[in-house]
């Protein structure tokens, strides 16, 4: 990916910002559309990547027992003690999923949590898991592992055969847009077993604006 290409599309968004201002911050999303697969394996894109640039403030729960009750609080928007797991219904976990960004467990009471929270959280794909660094124990470092999933996006191509990811705002330097680009990008490539030849297209678009081709 040229970054030259890249911030002459940015211009073309600005161009596309002055022309009709709006009384909000329009997000800068990444569109990169793919060709259909020529690989025996037809398997979806599924990537957590991490962004060198924070794209929005997340919310976070934690499921724990008793010995990481008071420093999971420090670090976590909300904390669920294994005890409590009883108090929960369905109602309330869909209203809990609906509300969370990040589920983080504690190590030890995982097949607790799956019991009781389980089916719900997979099919929200928002279980629980070591590739997102949201599995915790008492000598993980919760303000680290609780800001770093701020950063962390999840592309999946398993519904549509493209990639759509919010990668910045209308305010943000342009340099900042770029190294998130660049990152998304090289990830998604990486991840096709044909590479940069199964990508057909590649857009910049703002959330009320025309798609900018890069």
């Given at each position: 990916?040229?970054?030259?290409?890249?911030?002459?599309?940015?211009?073309?968004?600005?161009?596309?910002?002055?022309?009709?201002?709006?009384?909000?911050?329009?997000?800068?999303?990444?569109?990169?559309?793919?060709?259909?697969?020529?690989?025996?394996?037809?398997?979806?894109?599924?990537?957590?990547?991490?962004?060198?640039?924070?794209?929005?403030?997340?919310?976070?729960?934690?499921?724990?027992?008793?010995?990481?009750?008071?420093?999971?609080?420090?670090?976590?928007?909300?904390?669920?003690?294994?005890?409590?797991?009883?108090?929960?219904?369905?109602?309330?976990?869909?209203?809990?999923?609906?509300?969370?960004?990040?589920?983080?467990?504690?190590?030890?009471?995982?097949?607790?949590?799956?019991?009781?929270?389980?089916?719900?959280?997979?099919?929200a794909n928002k279980m629980p898991?070591?590739?997102?660094?949201?599995?915790?124990?008492?000598?993980?470092n919760l303000g680290a592992a609780?800001?770093?999933?701020?950063?962390?996006?999840?592309?999946?191509?398993?519904?549509?055969?493209?990639?759509?990811?919010?990668?910045?705002?209308?305010?943000?330097?342009?340099?900042?847009?770029?190294?998130?680009?660049?990152?998304?990008?090289?990830?998604?490539?990486?991840?096709?077993?044909?590479?940069?030849?199964?990508?057909?297209?590649?857009?910049?678009?703002?959330?009320?604006?025309?798609?900018?081709?890069?």
């Open positions: 990916m040229d970054n030259d290409t890249i911030k002459k599309a940015i211009s073309e968004l600005k161009a596309q910002i002055e022309s009709k201002k709006r009384k909000f911050s329009q997000a800068v999303d990444l569109v990169i559309v793919l060709r259909p697969s020529t690989a025996k394996a037809k398997a979806p894109v599924d990537l957590v990547v991490s962004l060198p640039n924070k794209v929005r403030e997340v919310s976070t729960c934690a499921f724990v027992d008793k010995d990481m009750s008071v420093q999971s609080a420090q670090s976590f928007s909300k904390v669920i003690l294994k005890d409590d797991f009883p108090k929960y219904d369905k109602k309330t976990i869909r209203k809990l999923i609906k509300g969370t960004d990040y589920f983080f467990a504690e190590a030890t009471i995982m097949p607790q949590m799956a019991a009781k929270f389980g089916k719900q959280l997979t099919a898991n070591p590739k997102t660094g949201t599995i915790i124990n008492p000598t993980s609780a800001k770093n999933v701020g950063s962390l996006i999840r592309v999946n191509t398993a519904k549509n055969n493209a990639v759509l990811v919010k990668v910045g705002s209308q305010d943000w330097d342009e340099s900042k847009l770029v190294e998130n680009v660049n990152v998304v990008y090289s990830s998604v490539k990486s991840a096709l077993p044909e590479g940069e030849q199964r990508i057909k297209h590649t857009y910049l678009k703002l959330t009320m604006g025309k798609p900018v081709a890069i």
